[in-house]
């Protein structure tokens, strides 16, 4: 990287809660956050953001009759947005840089529009403004009243760690000294849940009884990164996260990020990612730079709780990390897999235990070890179609 990036402030509304403190409360127990869902009269495990959160939402929607017809996607970008440029101290004057993405946009809005297309024979007005994905980024811009460049893009599902490479390569262009960056999601609908069956990764477990103490399918329901599982086991979830990115090294700075790498695989099919995840191995490598894999203390990884998935990505940080092994985690037991937005939470995730000094695993994984220090943690993220992002992040 030519020179290190400050997160200065980074907000989320997911299924942790609507804040920092509600994330880190919640990442402190061993409970998930997964629940069952009828789509179609029939069931299905999702991450939802919880009651509360919602009602900020829903109270978001009313403040302004123009956010009546905005999908949840787009309220969850505001949301987060408001509180991370809060956080950060900055106006809508500094005319920031906006770059927010996500795998699926507007899809609850889509499937209504379509669905009524279906049944009239004709469009809403509002059809097309609000389902495009500039959609979000724009929406967010006009809420901060800032002028800045605006983007909005799909990468599948690592479309946030994505934005967070275009707003370092704006900021290093010196077009721009801060740059709001993230994803958004709210793939909880029928279709998605259907399309994801279709592909046979969705888990097919039950919640177990409240009950159930012991660590297995039963009280676990997505087994990311248990390399032992027998079928797939990811779920979905919601949820929009945001950081703000200042050029150099700041007082404020929640964390620095030290390197970045990108890399993206030959198709063999639409969703085919290689055994040993080589997009991984030269993304990691290539964030890595000068620093001796020795050094990295955690990787906070993408698995999405599918057995090729999680067991390529496992492959890849065997080849890259032979000598040592950093301490290995994800979230997505907990929360799901948001899609575009699972990078910015796995940010968010890599961000608390930098700022706490704490690891936080895997409560169903045996002899996990814990770093002896946190400075340099590596966050990973891929989508179908091959494209791996990993972020060096550093206290």
């Given at each position: 990287m030519q020179k290190p990036i400050s997160i200065t402030a980074i907000s989320s509304i997911s299924p942790l809660g609507k804040s920092l403190d509600d994330a880190w409360k919640s990442y402190q127990n061993d409970t998930h956050c997964l629940s069952e869902k009828s789509f179609d009269n029939e069931n299905a495990l999702v991450?939802?953001?919880?009651k509360d959160a919602k009602e900020h939402i829903e109270l978001l929607r009313q403040?302004?009759?123009?956010?009546?017809?905005?999908d949840d996607t787009v309220l969850f970008a505001i949301y987060a947005s408001r509180q991370a440029i809060k956080q950060a101290n900055w106006n809508g004057s500094d005319n920031f840089g906006i770059n927010i993405g996500s795998s699926r946009g507007a899809t609850e809005l889509f499937e209504t529009y379509h669905k009524d297309y279906l049944e009239k024979n004709k469009a809403k007005t509002l059809c097309s403004p609000t389902t495009t994905l500039g959609n979000i980024s724009s929406w967010v811009a006009h809420d901060l009243q800032t002028q800045g460049p605006e983007i909005s893009h799909s990468i599948t599902c690592s479309t946030a760690l994505h934005a967070m490479l275009n707003g370092i390569a704006w900021i290093h262009s010196g077009m721009c000294d801060k740059f709001l960056v993230g994803g958004s999601e709210a793939p909880l609908t029928s279709f998605t849940i259907a399309q994801m069956r279709a592909l046979k990764i969705y888990s097919k477990n039950k919640l177990s009884d409240p009950c159930h103490s012991e660590h297995s399918e039963a009280s676990f329901p997505c087994l990311a990164l248990d390399?032992?599982?027998k079928q797939n086991t990811m779920v979905l979830g919601e949820g929009a996260s945001?950081?703000?990115?200042?050029?150099?090294?700041?007082?404020?700075?929640?964390?620095?990020?030290?390197?970045?790498?990108?890399?993206?695989e030959i198709l063999e099919h639409n969703i085919s990612i290689s055994s040993d995840a080589q997009c991984f191995q030269k993304s990691m490598q290539m964030a890595l730079g000068d620093l001796n894999p020795d050094d990295i203390d955690?990787?906070?990884?993408?698995?999405?709780?599918?057995i090729k998935g999680d067991l390529s990505e496992y492959k890849a940080i065997e080849k890259i990390f032979c000598n040592k092994t950093p301490a290995l985690t994800t979230n997505k037991w907990k929360i799901g897999h948001t899609f575009g937005a699972s990078g910015a939470l796995n940010i968010e995730f890599a961000v608390l235990m930098l700022q706490n000094q704490k690891f936080i695993g895997i409560p169903y994984l045996e002899n996990q070890e814990s770093p002896k220090r946190i400075k340099n943690i590596l966050v990973n993220a891929v989508g179908f179609g091959g494209n791996a992002v990993s972020i060096l992040l550093s206290k």
């Open positions: 991450a939802e953001i919880p403040s302004d009759s123009k956010y009546k017809s905005l390399l032992k599982k945001m950081a703000c990115l200042e050029t150099g090294e700041k007082e404020n700075a929640l964390a620095i990020i030290k390197g970045i790498g990108y890399a993206t955690i990787i906070v990884m993408h698995a999405p709780g599918t």
